[in-house]
Structure formats: C-alpha cells, structure tokens
C-alpha cells in the first residue's frame, strides 16, 4: 500500500527516466528548422563536422541533439519518414546501453538509427543484431539509406557469404546480420592461423533486435562448432527398434520438465531386449563396457515419446528438420547433439547423419558480454527485467507510445475440452468477418494451426496459414493479414519483423501488384488507385473494431503472448485479444487440470459454455510465472558452468591472437621446452632424495622420447657431488644444441613459420580434446550432490586441474613435434583451414531440451550445421611413434601418417 502511495508521489523509476529524456527532445527539436534548411550536400557534410567535434575532445553525448537531428532529416529525405518524439526518446536509451521497450508498430527499426548513426561517426563499428536473415537483409537495406545518405557506409552478414565478404561487411560502419552468424564468425575466427584471415574487427558497440527473444529465450543453448566423430548409425537403427516394445510402465515421463527415464522395470526389460537383439553382449546395461548402448536406449527413447512430428521438428525432403519452439519456423541445417538427432533419424526412418565432437562453443551471454557497449529494443521486455540486469547489467526502459492504446484485451474463456474451445474460436471468426474485421489466430505449433485450419476448410471460411511449412510468402500474408475480413492463422508471432497495417500494406501491394508494369504514367496511376483503395479498407476496419488477436492457447512464456497480443492496436488503432483455453492445453494439464475439471464439473459446467473471470488470468499469470522463473534458474545455472569455461576460452582465444600477432615465438617455444626438461627431470629426480633413488633408465626413457637425444644421464648420475641443478642444466643444453642445429640447418625464417604453425596447430587439438574432457565432466558432475558436495564447485576444481594437465601437454606435444619434425612442403594456414571448415559443424542446442534441478547435465550440447581439422597426406619423418601426428589431425604419429599398413 505504501509503496504504491510512493509511486503515486514521486512517480515509478522508469517515469523520472523518461521524464530526463524529454529535455534533449526539446533540443533536437529546436535544431530541426536549422538542419531542414541545409541542402543535401550540407547535411551530408554534417557526419564530417561532427566526426571533426569528436577528434576535437567532444564526447558523444555532447554531439547528440546534432546527430540525431541530422538522422531525422536524412529519414525524412530518403524513407519519407520522421522520427517521433517517442522514437527520439528510444534512441537515446539504445545510446545509453540500455533496453528501449516500445510496443508493437512505434518503430522500433527507425529508432535504432539513431544510435547506430551516432556511435557509427567514431569509426569503430556498430553491430545491428536481429533474429533471421531476411530481417537483418531487409533493414540493411532500407535503414542503409538513411545511413549512405550521411555517407556511412553498410554491411550485412548473412549465411553462405564467403570470408571476403563478411570481412568487407564487418569493416562497414554498421554492419547488420543474426545473432547466430555474429558468434560463429567469432568462434570461426578463433580457429584461424593468421590475423589477416580473421573477418571480425574488434567488438564496440551492438544493438540487439528482439533483445528478449535472443539474451532469453535463444540463452539456454550454446554455440558450437563441432567436426565429425566415430559413425555408428547401424546402432540407432537397431536400439530404435526395441522402443516400440517398452510399456508405460518401462518409463517415466515428467512434461513439466521435458524429461523421461526407465523405470527400474524398464530397464530390465530394456535389457532383455538388447540382450535378444544381441546388442548387449555380456553384463548389465549399466556395466561399464555398456555405457554406449544406455547412451543409445536414452536417446531413443526421448526421441519416441518427448519429440512430436510437426510440433518439434518435421520430415522435409529426406531429413529431419528441427522447428525453432520460439518462432515456429524451420532451422534448416541446425541439429540436435548427443545422438538425439540421430534417435530422431531413425525413429522416422531416413538416412541417419554422423555424430559430431565440439571444436569450440560459447553461450550468447558470454558472446554479447564481449561487446563494451550492449544495448537492446523489444516490444515485451518488462517482465524479463531482472535477468537482464543481473546476467547482462542492462536496464529496461519502458518507452510511452506515440499514441495511447485502444486495444481492449478480453478476459480468458476457459473450456473443458478442446473441440469445445476450437467450436467457440471458429464462432468468434465467423462474427468477426460478417463486419469485416480482420482477425489473427495464435497457435503454438504447427499441428495445431492445421488443424484449425482444417475446421475453417469445412466452414468454407477463406484464410491463411504461416507456419514452418509455409514460410515462403511470410512478409505477403502478414502485411495483408489487416485487409477487411482476412482470417490469417499463424504459429508464434514472435520476430516476424512485419507491420500488420489495418486495410492492409500499400508498399507490399506495390510491389506485388506492379512488379511487371514499366510505363511510368500507368504505375502512377495504379499507385494512386491502390492507396484510395487501401485508406477506404482501413476506414472500414477501424469501424468493424480494428485487428482482432485471437490466442488458442496460453504460452510457457507471458512474453509470447504479450508480442501475440502486441500485433493489434498499433499507433492508437482500434483493436481487440482474446485468449481461448481448454483443461487440455499443455499449460494447464501440467500444472494441475484434474482439480479444476472436477471443480467446473460441481459448478455444473455444461458442455460448450466457458468460465470467464479475471481470477483465471491471475492464477494463469502465476502458472507462467513459475515456468519462467524455472527456466531463468536454468539460464542462470548454464551461465554459471559456462563461466568456468568462458574463463579458460578467454585464455586460449588471447594465446592465439598473440602467437598470430608475434613476428617471432623462438622465446616462447624455448621456454616451453626447458619446462619440458625441468618436469622431466624433476619426476626422475625427486626432492631430497639420494642418488640411488633416482631413477636414470626413466629419464634416460623420457629424453629419448621426447628429445630424440640418446643421453648418457646413468653415468652422469654417477659422478661424484652432482645434483638435480647439474643433470637438468646439461639435460636442457644438449636439447637447446640440437634445435639450434635444426634451425640452422633448415633456416630461421622457415623455422619460425614451422613453429607458430605447429603451435596453433597443436594448440587447437589439445583444446578440442580440454572440450570434450569438459563435456564428460559436465555430464555426471551433479552425481556430487548426493556426496554432500557442490556439482558447481566440484567442476570448478576439475575444470581447473584439467586446464593445467592440457598445458603441460601442450608443452611436451609441441616440444616433442619440434625437436622430431623433418621439413617438407606443407599445406599453407589457407589450406589447412580451408581443410579444416569442409568438416566442421555449426550448431545451437534446442532450448525446448533445457532442464531443470539446477544442472544443465542433459542439455545436449548442439544443434548443427556443416561449415575441420586440419589434414594432410605428406609423411614426416623421424616422429616417435607415440607423439602427436605433426599433421594436426589430433591423432598419435603411429595411428596417423605413421600407421604401418
């Protein structure tokens, strides 16, 4: 009660924010009549002038009311669009680092010019960030000319663009592109042998586009990249089988979690079959030389009864094609890892791919934490704000709309059955266009968008269905899904980056209409004719009431519904939403249907009559309250064990930028090679120990081995007073005598390319191989808990001890490779990584696979798509045959280029 009184006093926080803002408003508008008299060229000239206040010691925020006014001008002359208030406002929050939540339809795309433009004149870069290709294609487009206009200049990353390219559009001043495009690029980046090959210049400034939908929802799945592993397809085809068989009583499934397990039942009679189907050999299922077949029976199960056809994924030309749960469109070429995919394959009986191991990864926070300067836009941020702030310390700043809402938002209808809810929408729709509203339908997969579509068929109602299936005429359907009585079904409006404008879109029906009519006088006319006709359906929708939303079903998530909802009373048009449930909804099965069925069963709830109340929508705003709250616990936990490896990246990722960045490492590869020596003899030789507790024949072993010197180290042990100091002193010159003969003999120039090539080389293998020790880690470290310990803690501990092993390997490989190798013609850095992307994966993992308890052990590690390591075919000689293949494949010398046929 007090703190609303307070509120009422002084105003909420957000209230005081906006209210500072409207000062410099004042300012750009004073400067309008000024900057509108200037000439093109005048305004053009205006991005030197200010470029020039800034190398004079101005900071941005000094040039601000300037640049932003000569933005609004240049929209003006090259969109014929003017920046409101409002949007002015929102530009000023993206500036400042943080999120702008603007509703739906207040031009959320025009306002990030603003910002981008001003941050651009400093030279270092603007990354505009949205959520699919065709977004960020068409924004560089149209938002581009504002900025060539003022002479920036503008790129746009998107996928099947060659390095060239992307490093030309990455040079740009703003460069557009997916969020997905931008961390690979970075991961890709990190794999390459030298600095000019990179396409990434150093990160300043990113504006994220549906910042909700990309730091939230997309959040719980890393990157990867990953290359091919052993192929066992014939395994998943014959595991496959035996599912069938199982009971309900062999598995437990929790919905809630998206999780299912065999029961103790079921796991001996999984093992029954495996043992009938001669998969399982000798043992239990669980006994240690079987860990590979509880691998398969787990996946294959998910795969059967956690994976829908047409709601997860669908079966398109041969393949199984992941549905993004978020937009509900299809994620070609992205696949699910740790087998899953491969369980999906066989389940629906196509050709099955091969599993892939991780070469790098990193999670989006981690990727946009790297930008100095973070800031967002979305139109449903507001109930996400506590995530932002503590995982990416961004503030949510909620923009007023230019003109107040009219939008009436219904209460929910609640049915006991679904045909019973289904009846009550077609009714709604059938009302709705007798005068000529236009109504949208939210579904949530694309199942169910079919099958209402199928009850409109039979209604003989006309409409239009976008989903995953049809994509294609995605911008078409949405921007004339406001013409007079359209009915246009959509599955997840999240991100789909259209207007829908009442009476319909002018520009799209220009550019459909009169895309083959080339005399000028005739398209003249025809443009003016299609406007009349559009502003007379316009008039007769806003009388009919404007868009109605109309919901199927309730999200896990507010925000999807919120952005669902969104799509109806842009810039102060009339509109209206309503919600349609049933006890049958996912949502409210899973948390607890039963009791609520036989309480309106008491109530005498008849068949086809709903209940509607406010109280429904509070206790259903609770309900995904919970879920969100869950699923930010699991964001939360997957952060934190990606920090541990974030930590370890970070260190890797900077020894490589330096090796690339060095003239010269002759001083790190010594310094590595009298480690190599100090540790070998320091084993040999313990502390305080007598002589005859050495142990010579193993040094004298290990010399051999790693040196190729064949050093009398028994008899030098044997000389009287010598120590430790003496032996490792000798040890360690003989070694420097022989690489300085190498190096004289081959030359310095070759042998510090040879160096720096091995380096990376080597360096990239023993990080794959850290990667996939981490990967095992991470997958039974929550085991701990039931030992009173900390999972987290624990695999920070290990992470550690693994980090320092893989060090001192990379030591001994490198060292070892160097004082063996045998100089010949060798693939160029360029070949070697053009070797190395034939076979890599990138990949993102499902966000629908994140679970809960605090571990994020069974979130598979990647979704993929191909994009190596590197190969060759040539010999080198004199390599011991337990040392690494110089080759870089990863593999040891004897089971690679030296394997005896």
């Avoid at 029976?297 to 997860?312: G, M, S, W």
């Avoid at 992205?334 to 087998?339: K, L, Q, W």
């Avoid at 550690?800 to 001192?808: A, D, P, Q, R, S």
Wanted: glycine share 6%.
């Amino acid at each position: 009660m007090f703190g609303a009184l307070a509120r009422k006093i002084f105003g909420t926080a957000n209230t005081r924010v906006v209210k500072a803002l409207q000062k410099p408003v004042a300012q750009i508008n004073a400067l309008e009549p000024q900057v509108a008299a200037l000439s093109d060229d005048e305004l053009r000239g205006r991005t030197d002038w200010l470029r020039g206040r800034l190398g004079n010691g101005e900071t941005l925020d000094d040039i601000l009311p300037d640049a932003f006014a000569t933005v609004r001008e240049a929209a003006k002359r090259a969109l014929g669009q003017r920046h409101f208030d409002v949007q002015l406002m929102g530009g000023m929050v993206l500036h400042q680092g943080k999120i702008s939540e603007m509703r739906t339809g207040e031009g959320k795309t025009l306002v990030a010019t603003l910002a981008c433009y001003l941050n651009a004149i400093e030279g270092k870069g603007v990354h505009v960030v949205t959520v699919n290709d065709y977004l960020a294609q068409r924004d560089s487009e149209w938002m581009g000319r504002i900025y060539r206009f003022l002479g920036l200049s503008v790129g746009c990353i998107v996928h099947g663009l060659d390095d060239e390219e992307r490093r030309a559009a990455y040079a740009a001043d703003i460069t557009y592109g997916t969020n997905n495009e931008f961390g690979f690029d970075y991961l890709r980046d990190n794999m390459k042998f030298r600095l000019e090959d990179l396409v990434q210049r150093e990160f300043n400034f990113a504006i994220v586009d549906e910042v909700d939908s990309i730091l939230v929802d997309e959040a719980r799945t890393p990157l990867i990249i990953s290359g091919p592993s052993t192929d066992s397809s014939e395994m998943y085809v014959a595991v496959d089988r035996l599912i069938p068989q199982l009971t309900p009583a062999d598995y437990e499934k929790d919905e809630k979690h998206r999780a299912v397990s065999f029961t103790e039942a079921g796991q001996i009679h999984m093992e029954e079959l495996l043992r009938e189907s001669d998969l399982l050999k000798t043992g239990g299922m669980y006994d240690l030389q079987n860990v590979a077949l509880v691998h398969h029976a787990q996946q294959a199960l998910r795969a059967h009864h956690l994976f829908t056809r047409d709601k997860d994924y669908i079966v398109k030309d041969d393949k199984v094609v992941i549905i993004d749960e978020f937009t509900g469109r299809m994620m070609e070429g992205r696949r699910y890892s740790e087998g899953l995919h491969q369980a999906l394959e066989a389940k629906e009986r196509v050709e099955i791919q091969r599993e892939n191991q991780t070469l790098a990864s990193i999670t989006f926070q981690n990727y946009f934490r790297l930008y100095p300067k973070l800031a967002g836009m979305t139109g449903t941020a507001m109930t996400e704000a506590a995530e932002f702030g503590e995982i990416y310390g961004l503030e949510v700043v909620d923009i007023p709309t230019n003109l107040p809402v009219s939008r009436k938002d219904h209460d929910d209808e609640v049915y006991r059955k679904a045909t019973e809810k289904n009846d009550a929408i077609v009714a709604l729709i059938e009302e709705a266009r007798q005068r000529q509203q236009p109504v949208l339908v939210g579904t949530t997969s694309i199942e169910k968008s079919e099958e209402l579509s199928a009850l409109l068929k039979r209604k003989g109602i006309p409409h239009n269905v976008l989903n995953a299936r049809h994509h294609e005429q995605e911008a078409y359907i949405v921007a004339q899904a406001g013409r007079p009585g359209a009915v246009t079904v959509a599955t997840n409006m999240a991100g789909r980056g259209t207007d829908i404008q009442l009476g319909g879109n002018v520009d799209m029906r220009i550019r459909t209409e009169l895309a083959q009519v080339a005399d000028e006088t005739e398209r003249a006319q025809r443009i003016e004719q299609i406007k009349a006709e559009v502003e007379k359906a316009r008039e007769l929708v806003k009388q009919a009431g404007g868009l109605y939303v109309v919901g199927t079903e309730r999200h896990e998530s507010r925000r999807i519904d919120n952005q669902l909802r969104g799509r109806s009373g842009r810039q102060g048009d009339p509109g209206a939403s309503k919600f349609f449930l049933s006890l049958e909804d996912d949502l409210m099965r899973i948390f607890g249907s039963e009791r609520m069925d036989s309480m309106l069963q008491r109530l005498g709830l008849k068949e086809g009559e709903a209940i509607i109340h406010p109280w429904i929508n509070k206790a259903l705003e609770k309900a995904q309250q919970k879920v969100e709250a869950h699923h930010f616990e699991t964001r939360k936990n997957l952060l934190k064990f990606d920090n541990v490896m974030n930590d370890q990246r970070k260190v890797i990722y900077e020894q490589r930028r330096e090796i690339m960045d060095a003239e010269d490492i002759g001083d790190t590869i010594r310094e590595m090679r009298h480690f190599v020596v100090n540790a070998m003899v320091s084993s040999a030789i313990p502390a305080n120990s007598y002589s005859e507790q050495w142990d010579m024949s193993g040094l004298h072993e290990e010399v051999k081995r790693v040196f190729g010197l064949d050093l009398p180290v028994a008899a030098w042990a044997k000389e009287e007073g010598i120590a430790e100091p003496e032996i490792e002193e000798r040890v360690r010159e003989a070694t420097d005598s022989k690489y300085a003969a190498k190096v004289a003999n081959y030359g310095p120039e070759t042998m510090r390319h040879v160096e720096k090539s091995l380096l990376l080389q080597i360096l990239d293998q023993e990080w794959k191989d850290h990667l996939l020790q981490l990967d095992h880690l991470r997958q039974g470290i929550s085991l701990r808990a039931y030992a009173q310990k900390d999972p987290l803690n624990e695999y920070k501990r290990e992470a550690f001890e693994l980090f320092e092993t893989m060090l001192v390997n990379l030591r001994e490989s490198v060292t070892s490779v160097l004082m063996h190798v045998e100089i010949r013609l060798q693939p160029t850095e360029e070949e070697l990584f053009a070797q190395r992307m034939q076979e890599m994966h990138e990949s993102r993992t499902d966000p629908a696979l994140a679970m809960a308890g605090g571990s994020e052990d069974d979130v598979p590690e990647g979704m993929r798509r191909s994009a190596g390591a590197a190969a060759t075919d040539d010999t080198w000689a004199s390599t011991p045959r337990n040392a690494p293949c110089p080759c870089g494949s990863g593999k040891k010398f004897k089971h690679c280029h030296g394997k005896v046929a």
